[in-house]
C-alpha cells in the first residue's frame, strides 16, 4: 500500500467526519459520522479504518474539548467499529446489493445502540458515579438512542449505496494514474462542506437544542458532539 495514499485517505476521510460533526451539532439526534465511517471502513478495511477511527476520536477534541470519558468512549467505540465494518466489506468483497444493503443497515443500528450502552458502562465508572446517578443517567440516555436509531436507519439507507460507489471512483482513478484524481478529491470536498455548511445554515433556524461538549456530571455524549 503506497504510504501517501494511506495518509491523504485517512486525513480526508478525518477532515470530512469533523466537518460533519460539527456542521450538524446543533440538532439533536441528527448526524453523518456513521454512514461516512461505515463506507469508509466497508470500502478500505480494517487498517484504514482503525487508522481514521482512532484519528478523528483524538482530533476531534481540538473542536468539541477534552472530556475523558468522550475520549475513551470514542476510541473504544469507533475502533471497533471499524474492525467489524472492515471485516464485513472484505467478506461481502466491497459489493453493494439490496440483501447486503439491509444487513449493513441492521448492523448499523445495532452499533448505535451500543455506543449507548457503551456510555453508560464508560461515563460511570469513569465519572465515580454513585448507583442511583448511574441508574438516572442510563435512563436519560435512551433519549438520545432513539433519535439517533432512527437517524442512522435513514441516512445508511439512502446514502451507504452512493458513497460506496463515489468510493470505487475513487479507486478506479487512484489504481489508473489519474491526473484529475486531485481535483476530484478537491472537487468532492468542497461539495461536500459546501452541502453541510447549507445544512448547519438551515438547522439552525430550528427550535433544536444547542448541544455543546458534553460535561461528564450532566449528560451523555452522543455521536453528534
Not at 461505515?38 to 468539541?64: D, E, K, N, Q
Not at 464485513?88 to 451500543?114: N, P, Q, Y
Not at 447549507?198 to 439552525?204: D, E, F, G, K, V
Request: hydrophobic fraction near 50%; glycine fraction near 6%; proline fraction near 3%.
Amino acid at each position: 500500500m503506497n504510504k501517501t495514499k494511506f495518509i491523504v485517505r485517512g486525513a480526508m476521510c478525518v477532515a470530512m467526519l469533523i466537518g460533519g460533526q460539527l456542521a450538524l451539532t446543533s440538532v439533536s439526534g441528527i448526524e453523518i459520522v456513521t454512514v461516512m465511517m461505515l463506507t469508509f471502513c466497508y470500502c478500505y478495511g480494517i487498517r484504514h479504518g482503525v487508522a481514521v477511527a482512532t484519528a478523528f476520536s483524538l482530533l476531534r477534541c481540538f473542536v468539541f474539548g477534552f472530556q475523558i470519558n468522550v475520549i475513551v468512549l470514542y476510541l473504544v467505540y469507533y475502533n471497533l467499529f471499524a474492525v467489524f465494518f472492515g471485516w464485513l466489506g472484505k467478506r461481502f468483497s466491497g459489493e453493494v446489493t439490496l440483501g447486503k444493503t439491509a444487513i449493513v443497515v441492521a448492523t448499523a443500528v445495532v452499533f448505535t445502540v451500543l455506543f449507548t450502552l457503551l456510555d453508560d458502562v464508560i461515563t460511570p465508572l469513569i465519572g465515580g458515579f454513585h448507583p442511583n446517578a448511574a441508574k438516572v443517567y442510563f435512563l436519560q440516555s435512551f433519549t438520545a438512542m432513539i433519535p439517533q436509531s432512527i437517524c442512522t436507519l435513514v441516512t445508511v439507507s439512502v446514502c451507504f449505496a452512493p458513497l460506496t460507489k463515489v468510493i470505487k471512483k475513487l479507486n478506479y482513478y487512484s489504481k489508473r494514474g489519474k491526473r484529475s484524481l486531485p481535483s476530484f478529491y478537491t472537487s468532492l470536498y468542497m461539495a461536500l462542506a459546501s452541502s453541510l455548511r447549507t445544512l448547519s445554515a438551515t438547522c439552525r433556524t430550528s427550535t433544536a437544542t444547542v448541544r455543546g461538549p458534553m460535561e461528564i456530571s450532566s449528560r451523555s455524549p452522543t455521536l453528534t458532539s
